[in-house]
């Protein structure tokens, strides 16, 4: 039955090319035609079934379930039972493998008695719910019936590199916020969360080897006040940590989700937590490290590792338990903004230098990549670094993220190494939104179309080349952002714009409808109480 429905459903997509009134989507989906019947609607009651094809999918119906559960308190039950949805309307998800190549693939269309669902695999499933969700309506919370108007829907993704970035060393957002920003992330069909869990303001996950690592890494004695350099110090101690357990849990709850975790471990520099810790591993004998209380880059402030045997050592001992923590194929492990200053005046770096036949500080930042992706790839992993890895010559199988503008994409790219762009100029969300914002933010300023407008394959890079650009991503630095409710703030709508850089295809961005569509999104953020700035409303 379910083979055959599939097969008449599919035929349905293709045949069909009314034109009517499109559903406001996030991201604009491939293909999307109003259905054969345009006037019909389905109808969500209470005796609505979810019905699944194979238990595979139970996570995907379960997220759909609890989504209207939660927001209309309609409560529709799952089932793979065929005579149980014989006499309800039923949404049916369906698996095929032979369906599409593509397994991020998939289709949706809504009938009068049914709203079907395919795809190749589970994950294609899951992003056929998340556009489910765009079309339920937004108006109330407690209807005794929802309605769907008839559609058809066919979408895959343009990149298949979609991810977003989370600080949480500067300041730290607890589990449960972190699942929520997990679930946002979901929503908008993104595919890789950048967990930032180390830096020079706090060490964030335990490492039960190397217990001062949050013991003491974890916690500073003091923030600054005010936009940097700031206007004093708070003196409030302030720190926080995730127990490996907790991290076990974040894996778990983010891969029903079909989103990859990638942890950041910050090395060669962006390190005072670590040295706050083990100050043996730091470039000056004898020196009394603090956890940094001040943001920047850290030129007056010795951040930096010095790469001896026993640094080394240390390093691999910490990146061993957060590979068998983290399924993910990727590890990022930072490498930017080390200021070469402190090897410079270190005898022990010179040293190393000289018996390695190196010739400068960048030679040696080269060298220290080198030999941490050396380890990470015996253990089966891949290292994903900031584009700083570029000086002094790439590691092998190294993935740059770009964040300099697009040079050190360009580079990698023409070297033939995967790419992920990420320039701060279009996509740093810790950026004001407006030219005076409503709250205290970093001294720059992206606005919404600026990042609509970006662009993540750079026009100089031949038809070869462009096949290195892996995807992008959106970052979230969180110096000024202390709260929850300021992520949102900072997060939305510019999270939306991402998604349709990433997913979309490039022919079909279109600034003005995606405005239109927008107000839509904004009445589903209402529902689900999301923080957003009420000024879009109005511009």
């Known amino acids: 039955m379910m083979k055959s429905l599939l097969t008449f459903v599919f035929g349905l997509l293709i045949i069909n090319n ?123 919370t407690e209807p005794a019936q929802l309605y769907i108007p008839s559609i058809d829907i066919i979408d895959y993704p343009r990149f298949a590199y979609r991810g977003m970035h989370l600080d949480v060393s500067r300041h730290f957002f607890d589990v449960a916020f972190i699942k929520k920003y997990i679930d946002y992330l979901a929503y908008h069909k993104l595919n890789n969360f950048h967990w930032h869990l180390t830096d020079d303001h706090g060490w964030r996950i335990e490492i039960k080897k190397h217990p001062k690592l949050t013991s003491i890494g974890s916690w500073r004695n ?110 990022h492990i930072g490498g930017d903004e080390g200021s070469k200053i402190w090897w410079k005046q270190s005898t022990v770096s010179q040293q190393i230098m000289k018996a390695n036949g190196i010739k400068d500080e960048s030679g040696l930042q080269s060298y220290f990549i080198h030999r941490i992706e050396k380890f990470v790839n015996s253990k089966g992993k891949t290292i994903i670094g900031w584009d700083e890895i570029l000086d002094g010559g790439l590691a092998p199988n190294a993935i740059v993220m770009s964040w300099r503008g697009e040079k050190g994409g360009i580079a990698a790219a023409k070297q033939k190494h995967k790419v992920i762009m990420t320039p701060e100029d279009m996509m740093y969300f810790n ?56 992520v949102e703030y900072m997060l939305f709508p510019r999270l939306d714009a991402l998604s349709e850089i990433l997913w979309s295809p490039k022919e079909k961005k279109n600034y003005t409808d995606f405005q239109k569509r927008l107000k839509t999104q904004f009445k589903r953020y209402d529902l689900m109480k999301v923080n957003y700035s009420k000024r879009y409303l109005v511009n």
């Open 18 to 140: 009314t034109e009517a009134q499109l559903p406001a989507i996030i991201p604009q989906p491939v293909q999307m035609r109003p259905g054969l019947f345009p006037q019909d609607k389905f109808t969500i009651d209470k005796n609505t079934v979810i019905l699944i094809s194979e238990t595979s999918l139970s996570p995907s119906a379960k997220f759909l379930a609890d989504y209207i559960f939660k927001y209309y308190n309609l409560k529709l039950k799952i089932t793979n039972d065929l005579e149980a949805a014989k006499n309800a309307h039923s949404i049916n998800l369906v698996l095929n493998q032979k369906l599409y190549t593509d397994i991020e693939k998939y289709f949706v269309s809504v009938l009068k008695n049914q709203l079907n669902a395919g795809a190749s695999s589970p994950q294609g499933i899951f992003y056929a719910v998340q556009t489910i969700i765009q079309l339920l309506p937004v108006e109330t």
């Open 222 to 331: 003091g923030s600054i006040i005010g936009l940097y350099p700031g206007t004093g110090n708070d003196g409030i101690r302030y720190g926080g940590f995730y127990t490996q357990e907790e991290v076990k849990e974040v894996i778990k709850y983010a891969a029903e989700r079909y989103i990859n975790i990638i942890p950041e471990i910050e090395m060669p520099a962006h390190s005072m937590a670590l040295l706050a810790a083990y100050p043996q591993f730091g470039t000056e004998p004898n020196k009394k490290y603090e956890v940094a209380q001040t943001w920047g880059i850290f030129n007056k402030f010795n951040n930096v590792l010095q790469p001896t045997d026993q640094t080394f050592k240390f390093l691999e001992e910490v990146l061993t338990e957060v590979m068998n923590l983290f399924p993910s194929k990727y590890i």
């Open 431 to 486: 950026h004001s939104q407006f030219v005076k914002d409503d709250s205290l933010t970093a001294a720059k300023y992206l606005p919404l179309k600026t990042v609509y407008d970006y662009e993540p394959v750079p026009a100089v890079l031949n038809t070869e080349e462009a096949k290195y650009i892996w995807g992008g991503q959106g970052n979230l630095w969180s110096e000024y952002i202390t709260n929850p409710a300021k």
